[in-house]
């Protein structure tokens, strides 16, 4: 199978489940919060976070099923960050995956509270999973970390505050760490706490390998949004142009940048090819990541 | 001790607690969120949350210490309900207790960003408490619910969606059991959970006198909309007016919304009246909920 195709067949799994999961939601307290919650977090998304934690799991001999609750939660936060970054006094995007974003469907006061019932949802997910407690408070540990002050949240408000304005490499790479990077290590560390006897050294590997992937996957992001189409990306091409963002391709040019794209991905390599695991399926999706061409 | 000066020197020592977990918290991520969340936290609250917890878990043998995480995790969680509520596209709020919203210190994006980042940090905040597992996992799945679509969120979205219109009374008491009353109802079982051997038929009565309690605490809010001054109030009276909200003096009349508090007051009382705790504390607490001037 290639990993087009397997990444659609956890993709449709993975829906069916959200779908599930809103079904068991009475829709009663507020039909139209219900309504916007389900329409951000079904709207197109590739569910990058839950493969890349499926893979891992799998990789550690962790059925999917144990690890569902914080893929759903992780996706939960993805989809929440989203809606909120799309708000006019944010990025302001009116197109989000060739729909209209949250605060166009609905109006901007359903988007702020849809964004922050999802983040809401995330832990309660985790806190109603089908594992033991310890598991469930380091996951929430864990996810809390990335997705709040120590992670995305100070990503997301640096690269607001570094808009208008020329910033070095080494600031676009704290921002992108903080921004894009933290989920995607989630991802991988929210696998790996489903095992607790992994030893702390492969741990580590694993997280090294996340940062390098979420670099590289930021990176192709930069690259797609000057070389794609708007038809491709779901979103306007060349946005972060007029919003006069600082990327790679503008610090580095293209081709640099292209270049810097596959010393990433080859580095993330570097840090899980001597683990006593099964690792092609993620190695084949660091190669899918840095090739994407959307 | 009265119950003024004892709910002063809560806030005092809370206060203190807020401003030392921020001290262990580095600036170095981004200082402005950094200081957004401070200045969120800590804008003059009353504490109402947190001393109701901790007079719970003081009538149930409970110490301070022990429900302080989960008092401070609902306390970020109201925080940051007040900081979005303020927001441009919701209740436009430019005062909140004298002093400038977050939105208008800083900007809208922070101040989303800030709400954001301070719901994050109260789950973090009871993962990373001094109790047993199973504990903490209670407490996220209380908190979770009622501070969700469960609870406040689908609140503030029934809230919106009412301005400008006229509604019932049953709906009006929807509104606020959401909104308001489940904050306060979590406070209560907040507390409750950490005596894991207290009957269930005790927390039942709990979660009653929280329910009738909340209730009452609504109608004085919008009693005090009508007849506080502006100053006393720390943001412009007649502010329910303004964006005609229906309210209890509204929909009853001033003299029958102030009979009807009374009622609610008396009715929480009886929940909890033949518990073997000593509740004395807690029916101070609910004569000083309805007879509040601000």
Redesign the interface.
């Known amino acids: 199978m290639t990993i087009e195709s397997d990444i659609k067949k956890f993709q449709a799994e993975f829906n069916q489940t959200l779908a599930e999961l809103f079904q068991q939601?009475p829709a009663d307290?507020?039909p139209?919060?219900?309504q916007a919650?389900l329409y951000s977090l079904t709207n197109g998304g590739k569910r990058v976070r839950p493969y890349l934690m499926s893979l891992v799991a799998q990789a550690l001999g962790i059925s999917t099923q144990t690890i569902i609750p914080a893929a759903i939660a992780l996706e939960c936060i993805h989809s929440?960050?989203l809606v909120?970054d799309d708000?006019p006094?944010?990025d302001d995007d009116d197109l989000r995956r060739g729909k209209p974003t949250c605060h166009i469907e609905f109006?901007?006061?359903?988007a702020?509270?849809a964004?922050?019932?999802l983040?809401?949802?995330a832990?309660?997910t985790?806190?109603?999973a089908g594992v033991n407690?310890?598991i469930?408070?380091n996951w929430?540990?864990e996810l809390?970390?990335h997705?709040?002050?120590?992670g995305m949240?100070?990503g997301?408000?640096?690269d607001?505050?570094a808009e208008n304005s020329q910033i070095s490499l080494a600031e676009l790479e704290k921002i992108h760490h903080?921004k894009t990077g933290a989920l995607l290590r989630a991802a991988v560390s929210l696998a790996c706490l489903a095992k607790p006897d992994l030893p702390a050294e492969h741990m580590k590997q694993f997280d090294e390998f996340a940062q390098q992937l979420g670099l590289a996957f930021q990176i192709q992001d930069d690259i797609l949004d000057v070389t794609a189409s708007t038809e491709a990306l779901g979103k306007p091409q060349g946005s972060d142009e007029k919003l006069n963002k600082s990327t790679y391709p503008g610090l580095l040019g293209l081709e640099q940048a292209i270049e810097k794209a596959e010393q990433v991905y080859q580095s993330a390599l570097e840090q899980i090819r001597d683990l006593p695991y099964n690792t092609q399926s993620l190695f084949n999706f660091a190669r899918f990541i840095v090739q994407r061409q959307h």
């Open positions: 939601i307290r507020s139209i919060l219900h919650m929440y960050s909120h708000l006094a944010m109006d901007e006061a359903t702020i509270l964004g922050d019932a983040q809401t949802l832990y309660e985790i806190a109603n407690d310890s469930k408070v929430i540990k809390s970390r997705a709040g002050y120590y949240c100070s997301q408000a640096l607001l505050a903080l």
